[in-house]
């Protein structure tokens, strides 16, 4: 089983940065997909990035076209931790994030349908003022 916790949100102005955290716990994951999604009221759940291992040291990463950048995955495999830095924020970037781990053995390219990531957190706010 995997714990995920996300944390960072919070309120900024528009131009501003934020980077949201997520913590995995209960196994190894340095060779799992992981991604962030967000889901911002009355609308649907959508992939923002992700990242997939890609042997060794290597890692590949994928964004959507509405944050590409401005918005930057990594991940730190001994802690073990993903990260989403997040800059020039738009108001449309606000909602709720999750971060999320594909547990298959899925590698390049990440999914980017929720329906393939077993485990999720439990969602950080991010709000974005004008």
């Known amino acids: 089983q995997v714990q995920l916790v996300e944390s960072g949100g919070g309120l900024v102005q528009a131009g501003g940065s934020l980077r949201l955290s997520c913590a995995a716990s209960g196994r190894t994951v340095t060779h799992n997909n992981m991604a962030w999604f967000r889901q911002a009221p009355g609308k649907e759940r959508e992939f923002v990035a992700g990242i997939a291992w890609g042997g060794g040291f290597t890692y590949y990463v994928d964004y959507s076209g509405s944050v590409k950048g401005r918005f930057t995955i990594s991940r730190d495999n001994a802690n073990p931790m993903v990260y989403l830095q997040m800059n020039r924020l738009k108001p449309e970037d606000t909602a709720v994030y999750y971060c999320?781990?594909?547990?298959?053995?899925?590698?390049?390219?990440?999914?980017?349908?929720?329906?393939?990531?077993?485990?999720w957190g439990q969602g950080t706010q991010v709000t974005v003022s004008s």
């Open positions: 999320a781990l594909d547990s298959t053995d899925r590698r390049w390219p990440v999914a980017t349908e929720g329906a393939q990531y077993a485990y």
